[in-house]
């Protein structure tokens, strides 16, 4: 399924007509070029949250921003990324988490949880 496809699908409305809450999670360090690509997305779409939608700029640390995505309380969560998997620059690919530790995150530091245990964490605490 492309990503475009699975973005459809995700943001149809549910059996009950309600549109799902979805959580958009920036992450990426502004400062190092391209790896900012997740807080932009996050910047562009700020102007949309609303009842259903909450959008995040994570920066560097996603793992800071469990507490106000659970509260929010979403059907899904989608991270935007910027990542080593073999595409062209600027091509998207959509993973799930299970897949995330197949790219390379040469942002991650030391003291930086990697995106794959933010996503575990958030599925323990709220089914998403």
């Given at each position: 399924?492309?990503?475009?496809?699975?973005?459809?699908?995700?943001?149809?409305?549910?059996?009950?007509?309600?549109?799902?809450?979805?959580?958009?999670?920036?992450?990426?360090?502004?400062?190092?070029?391209?790896?900012?690509?997740?807080?932009?997305?996050?910047?562009?779409?700020?102007?949309?949250?609303?009842?259903?939608?909450?959008?995040?700029?994570?920066?560097?640390?996603?793992?800071?921003?469990?507490?106000?995505?659970?509260?929010?309380?979403?059907?899904?969560?989608?991270f935007v990324d910027a990542a080593c998997g073999g595409l062209a620059p600027g091509?998207?690919?959509?993973?799930?988490?299970?897949?995330?530790?197949?790219?390379?995150?040469?942002?991650?530091?030391?003291?930086e949880t990697v995106l794959d245990l933010v996503c575990r964490l958030l599925l323990?605490?709220?089914?998403?």
């Amino acid at each position: 399924m492309t990503w475009k496809r699975s973005l459809r699908r995700l943001l149809s409305p549910r059996a009950d007509g309600q549109l799902p809450r979805v959580a958009v999670v920036g992450v990426g360090q502004r400062l190092r070029g391209d790896d900012g690509a997740g807080p932009a997305v996050a910047r562009r779409l700020a102007a949309l949250a609303g009842a259903s939608l909450q959008v995040v700029d994570a920066g560097h640390a996603p793992e800071n921003c469990l507490g106000p995505i659970v509260r929010f309380g979403p059907d899904a969560i989608l991270f935007v990324d910027a990542a080593c998997g073999g595409l062209a620059p600027g091509e998207l690919t959509w993973l799930r988490p299970d897949e995330a530790d197949t790219v390379s995150y040469t942002h991650l530091r030391a003291h930086e949880t990697v995106l794959d245990l933010v996503c575990r964490l958030l599925l323990e605490k709220k089914k998403c």
